[in-house]
């Protein structure tokens, strides 16, 4: 009976575990848009994206009447003036069809501002975009081209200094990509000469002394970590940092494989050298521990997360 019992509990288990259920998560890094903005220091200016599309995420078309609240939320400083600016962007026709989906941000009223000033949207931003911005002291609007995010964060920057709100009620401007790909280069070498370095290094202990041997893991380090980094770039620059640990250990493992055979197969071949075979996928093993961990460190600490 105790059996019989159980086997049924069993079987209702499962079945509950099988069932559909709806789940929702929303984890990790959101891919983000930034706006640097240059020559408009002297300026209270409001700023958005419009959006090829009608809602992304959890901002779309509203009609719904402007609350003091959010109005506040708008511009703490002065709520009037947010309600002004935010019905201004309700009220923009965009010759385009592009809509305002109720999010922007104010711009120039930070006592410590610099030159350069940040729009960010940092949740769920639209695809396809024109940057709109609103100048309530002239009661005029500086619109860009149409333009698409290109990276999990993708930088533009303005330059408003040539604006002349004396000619039009609607003005153009022109956003640039500023992605840094000249950091991302660098750090890519970067890291990739640390971590040879680091596994030469940890060679010496093992008795890998001889030049023909060190000159055999420069180059199969050369080819690993090469491609290695390269698609750890890729990953960061589609993908952001969200679950980069993860590939990151699964690909060091394939990369331990592929070094310890070529070991294998090269210091039982090579000439004057008597290396015992455990040497090759132990010494694969210690280095590719090591390089692991520097390579998250110099990952993390260029993405700002340490």
Not at 87 to 99: M, P, S, T, V
Not at 124 to 153: N, T
Not at 172 to 188: D, F, H, P, R
Request: aromatic letters at 16%.
């Amino acid at each position: 009976m105790k059996k019989r019992l159980f086997a049924i509990f069993t079987c209702l288990t499962v079945a509950l575990a099988l069932m559909p259920v709806p789940v929702s998560a929303d984890m990790g890094p959101k891919a983000a848009t930034w706006v640097y903005f240059d020559g408009l220091q002297e300026e209270i200016y409001y700023v958005t994206l419009l959006s090829r599309e009608e809602s992304t995420g959890p901002y779309s078309v509203s009609d719904e009447p402007i609350d003091e609240e959010s109005c506040l939320l708008a511009d703490i400083q002065n709520p009037a003036l947010g309600k002004r600016a935010w019905e201004a962007f309700r009220n923009y026709q965009d010759k385009d069809g592009f809509y305002f989906i109720e999010y922007f941000e104010k711009m120039g009223w930070k006592s410590d501002q610099t030159e350069t000033e940040i729009f960010s949207w940092i949740y769920y931003p639209p695809d396809e975009f024109k940057i709109l911005l609103y100048f309530p002291e002239y009661d005029a609007f500086a619109v860009s081209g149409i333009e698409k995010r290109y990276a999990f964060h993708s930088d533009y920057t303005v330059d408003g200094s040539e604006l002349d709100f004396s000619s039009a009620q609607e003005l153009s401007v022109t956003a640039q990509k500023s992605y840094s790909y000249t950091g991302e280069i660098l750090s890519l070498l970067l890291r990739i000469v640390l971590t040879i370095g680091v596994e030469l290094l940890i060679a010496l202990p093992f008795g890998l002394r001889r030049k023909n041997l060190l000159l055999f893991i420069t180059l199969i380090n050369v080819i690993t970590q090469v491609i290695l980094n390269v698609l750890l770039n890729l990953s960061i620059y589609f993908g952001g940092g969200w679950l980069l640990g993860i590939q990151y250990f699964v690909l060091e493992w394939i990369v331990f494989a592929v070094e310890a055979a070529a070991y294998l197969l090269y210091f039982s071949r090579a000439k004057g050298v008597s290396v015992k075979r455990w040497i090759a996928p132990v010494y694969a093993l210690t280095a590719n521990a090591a390089s692991f961990a520097l390579g998250m460190l110099l990952i993390y600490l260029n993405l700002g997360f340490i």
